[in-house]
Protein backbone atom coordinates (compact mmCIF):
# COMPACT_ATOMS: atom_id res chain seq x y z
CA UNK A 1 0.00 0.00 0.00
CA UNK A 2 0.94 3.27 -1.09
CA UNK A 3 1.80 5.54 1.77
CA UNK A 4 2.51 9.68 1.68
CA UNK A 5 4.26 11.26 5.00
CA UNK A 6 4.04 14.79 5.09
CA UNK A 7 6.16 16.72 7.83
CA UNK A 8 7.07 20.59 8.02
CA UNK A 9 3.81 22.53 8.85
CA UNK A 10 3.70 24.74 12.13
CA UNK A 11 3.18 28.60 12.92
CA UNK A 12 4.81 31.54 11.36
CA UNK A 13 4.13 34.74 11.66
CA UNK A 14 3.01 36.67 8.49
CA UNK A 15 5.39 37.61 6.04
CA UNK A 16 7.58 34.19 7.39
CA UNK A 17 8.14 31.22 5.07
CA UNK A 18 7.64 27.46 5.77
CA UNK A 19 8.67 24.50 3.80
CA UNK A 20 6.65 21.43 3.69
CA UNK A 21 7.87 18.09 2.28
CA UNK A 22 6.09 14.79 1.84
CA UNK A 23 7.45 11.18 1.27
CA UNK A 24 5.57 8.29 -1.11
CA UNK A 25 6.80 5.01 -0.16
CA UNK A 26 5.74 1.59 -0.90
CA UNK A 27 4.78 -0.27 -4.17
CA UNK A 28 5.57 2.48 -6.38
CA UNK A 29 6.07 1.84 -10.18
CA UNK A 30 5.89 5.14 -11.29
CA UNK A 31 4.52 8.58 -10.33
CA UNK A 32 2.03 11.03 -12.65
CA UNK A 33 2.05 13.82 -10.72
CA UNK A 34 2.37 14.89 -6.77
CA UNK A 35 0.96 18.11 -5.35
CA UNK A 36 -0.25 20.01 -2.22
CA UNK A 37 -4.01 20.78 -1.75
CA UNK A 38 -5.69 22.79 1.33
CA UNK A 39 -8.50 23.27 3.35
CA UNK A 40 -10.16 25.09 5.80
CA UNK A 41 -13.17 24.45 7.70
CA UNK A 42 -16.60 24.62 5.80
CA UNK A 43 -14.49 25.39 2.05
CA UNK A 44 -13.50 22.58 -0.63
CA UNK A 45 -10.26 20.84 -0.79
CA UNK A 46 -8.47 23.51 -3.01
CA UNK A 47 -5.72 22.68 -5.49
CA UNK A 48 -2.00 24.83 -4.04
CA UNK A 49 0.61 23.53 -6.63
CA UNK A 50 1.34 19.74 -8.52
CA UNK A 51 3.77 18.85 -10.53
CA UNK A 52 4.53 15.73 -13.11
CA UNK A 53 7.08 13.40 -13.55
CA UNK A 54 8.56 15.39 -15.96
CA UNK A 55 8.56 18.37 -13.66
CA UNK A 56 5.84 20.53 -15.24
CA UNK A 57 4.72 22.99 -12.40
CA UNK A 58 0.72 24.30 -11.94
CA UNK A 59 -0.13 26.71 -8.92
CA UNK A 60 -3.00 28.34 -7.69
CA UNK A 61 -3.29 32.34 -8.63
CA UNK A 62 -2.74 33.15 -5.32
CA UNK A 63 0.59 31.74 -4.51
CA UNK A 64 1.77 32.38 -7.81
CA UNK A 65 5.72 34.06 -7.52
CA UNK A 66 5.01 33.00 -3.28
CA UNK A 67 5.02 29.35 -3.08
CA UNK A 68 7.40 27.06 -5.04
CA UNK A 69 6.87 23.16 -6.07
CA UNK A 70 9.85 21.12 -6.80
CA UNK A 71 10.56 17.45 -6.27
CA UNK A 72 13.51 14.67 -5.78
CA UNK A 73 12.64 11.92 -8.06
CA UNK A 74 15.07 9.35 -6.35
CA UNK A 75 13.81 9.85 -3.16
CA UNK A 76 9.68 9.68 -4.48
CA UNK A 77 8.90 13.44 -2.11
CA UNK A 78 7.74 16.56 -2.98
CA UNK A 79 8.39 20.00 -1.51
CA UNK A 80 6.80 23.03 -1.14
CA UNK A 81 8.85 26.09 -0.39
CA UNK A 82 6.10 28.97 0.86
CA UNK A 83 7.65 32.83 1.33
CA UNK A 84 5.72 35.37 1.99
CA UNK A 85 2.58 33.73 4.12
CA UNK A 86 -0.77 35.58 4.49
CA UNK A 87 -2.77 35.19 6.73
CA UNK A 88 -5.25 33.63 4.80
CA UNK A 89 -2.75 31.11 3.97
CA UNK A 90 -3.98 29.34 7.15
CA UNK A 91 -5.23 25.74 6.47
CA UNK A 92 -4.83 22.08 6.88
CA UNK A 93 -1.90 21.18 3.58
CA UNK A 94 -2.41 17.86 2.38
CA UNK A 95 -0.16 15.77 -0.19
CA UNK A 96 -1.69 14.16 -3.21
CA UNK A 97 0.11 11.48 -5.62
CA UNK A 98 -1.38 9.67 -8.66
CA UNK A 99 0.86 6.88 -8.48
CA UNK A 100 0.96 3.62 -11.03
CA UNK A 101 1.90 1.07 -8.67
CA UNK A 102 2.45 -1.50 -11.58
CA UNK A 103 2.75 -0.35 -15.11
CA UNK A 104 -1.10 -0.77 -16.25
CA UNK A 105 -2.51 0.41 -12.81
CA UNK A 106 -2.75 3.51 -11.05
CA UNK A 107 -4.11 4.96 -8.09
CA UNK A 108 -4.79 8.85 -6.31
CA UNK A 109 -3.34 8.87 -2.82
CA UNK A 110 -3.81 11.58 0.39
CA UNK A 111 -1.67 12.22 2.90
CA UNK A 112 -2.55 12.71 6.47
CA UNK A 113 -2.83 16.30 6.90
CA UNK A 114 -0.28 18.86 8.41
CA UNK A 115 -1.92 22.22 9.59
CA UNK A 116 -0.08 25.74 8.82
CA UNK A 117 -1.33 28.54 10.74
CA UNK A 118 0.17 32.33 9.52
CA UNK A 119 -0.81 34.53 12.34
CA UNK A 120 -1.14 38.36 11.53
Known amino acids: QVQLLESGGGLVQAGGSLRLSCAAS????????MGWYRQTPGKERELVAT???????NYVDSVKGRFTISRDGAKNTVYLQMNSLKPEDTAVYYC??????????????WGQGTQVTVSS
Open 96 to 109: NARIYTTPTTWDEY
Open 26 to 33: GPIFRIIN
Open 51 to 57: ITGGSIV
